[in-house]
Nanobody
């Protein structure tokens, strides 16, 4: 079982940047290399939207096409922390941002853009973009 805790959200002006953190832990002590970490966001009244995923062992991020250039993700293996870097924030980026963990399987790779592909969720952190 994986536990995830997001942090780093807040109020940001348009054009600003933010780095969100996700502390990841595997309750049974097993390695996290079996998992992929993903970031989603959910704006009020909208469905949860895929942002980026990366495999914990390789760290190469795969970003949603519409968000490339402003979003990227990474992980610190020593601190068991995942990060989401967001640049040039826009009003429409206002949402609750969630990190998730999924066993890295062929089924996951076929469905990673869907929230249903995530096995474990954090509680989310609010990001509000406003002037």
């Amino acid at each position: 079982q994986v536990q995830l805790v997001e942090s780093g959200g807040g109020l940001v002006q348009p054009g600003g940047s933010l780095r969100l953190s996700c502390a990841v832990s595997e309750v049974s002590g097993q390695t996290l290399t079996r998992y992929s970490i993903s970031w989603f966001r959910q704006a009020p009244g909208k469905e949860r939207e895929f942002i980026v995923r990366f495999r914990w062992s390789s760290g190469v991020p795969v970003v949603a096409a519409a968000l490339k250039g402003r979003f990227t993700a990474s992980g610190d293996n020593f601190k068991n922390t995942a990060f989401l870097q967001v640049n040039d924030l826009k009003l429409e980026d206002t949402a609750v941002y969630y990190c998730g963990a999924s066993l890295h399987t062929s089924d996951y790779l076929s469905n990673y853009k869907s929230p249903r592909s995530v096995d474990y969720w954090g509680r989310g952190t609010q990001v509000t973009v406003s002037s």
